[in-house]
């Protein structure tokens, strides 16, 4: 990818949106990008905390695993989409895995460099500051649900949140979202089971509250179903 090409695909980011020109160049400059395969990782939970990532095309799981190997899905990042968010201002190791769910292409900024760039363009980190601070209201929010609902509860706001980020509105206002996740990742992500997951489920399939086809992809009403829990 050509620095203009890359300078393109860093003007999606709304961290950058409203950069000047000569600003954007700044931030090219220091830029490259990757091609990763299905089935890699862009880096590995505990490894030097070096880059952070813009999503050009494709999807990224990250993830937390435990001593014993159990996974702990942190979120799914998609085109549009930057990660780590702790790459700024921390200095350390990767706080997660980060696993490559289909070809992609990232844009790789260096720290460093990046640093360089935020203490010459104030105006750069208060949007940053911006994005990061609506990174910590999702969590809040998703160790609220954690706290506060039950498991059913937890799975119904988590297809919800799911809906919104990676889903499309259909022309009656439901919600399609594709089979791109097994029970197993939506287990994952609230820390619950496979088992139970399933069963929340064809509970909501049976209630009519979510259609599911023959490949798996849902259809459903958010405000449906969050009148279940409400």
């Not at 942190?74 to 921390?90: E, L, N, T």
């Not at 399939?205 to 279940?228: A, H, Q, T, W």
Request: neutral net charge.
């Amino acid at each position: 990818m050509k620095a203009e090409t890359i300078k393109k695909v860093l003007s999606w980011f709304p961290i950058f949106r409203e950069l000047e020109e000569h600003e954007l160049d700044k931030i090219a400059e220091i830029s490259l990008s990757r091609e990763f395969s299905k089935g890699t990782h862009v880096f590995r939970q505990d490894d030097p905390l070096k880059n952070v990532y813009f999503v050009s095309n494709g999807k990224i799981k990250i993830y937390k695993s435990d001593v014993n190997g159990k996974e702990q899905i942190v979120s799914i990042q998609k085109k549009g989409d930057m990660f780590p968010h702790v790459g700024f201002f921390r200095k350390g190791d990767y706080p997660a895995y980060a696993e490559v769910l289909e070809p992609s292409t990232l844009v790789v900024v260096p720290i460093p460099e990046f640093e360089k760039v935020l203490i010459d363009n104030p105006e750069l980190c208060i949007k940053l500051f911006r994005v990061l601070g609506e990174k910590i209201v999702d969590l809040q929010n998703r160790l609220e649900e954690q706290i506060l609902n039950n498991t059913n509860e937890q799975i119904i706001k988590l297809l919800v949140r799911l809906g919104k980020n990676h889903g499309t509105v259909q022309p009656d206002g439901a919600i399609f979202l594709k089979a791109e996740f097994t029970n197993r990742d939506l287990a994952n992500m609230i820390g619950t089971t496979r088992e139970t997951v399933s069963r929340t489920l064809t509970k909501l399939k049976k209630d009519n509250m979510i259609k599911v086809d023959s490949r798996g992809n849902m259809y459903f009403s958010p405000e449906s179903l969050l009148e279940e829990i409400y």
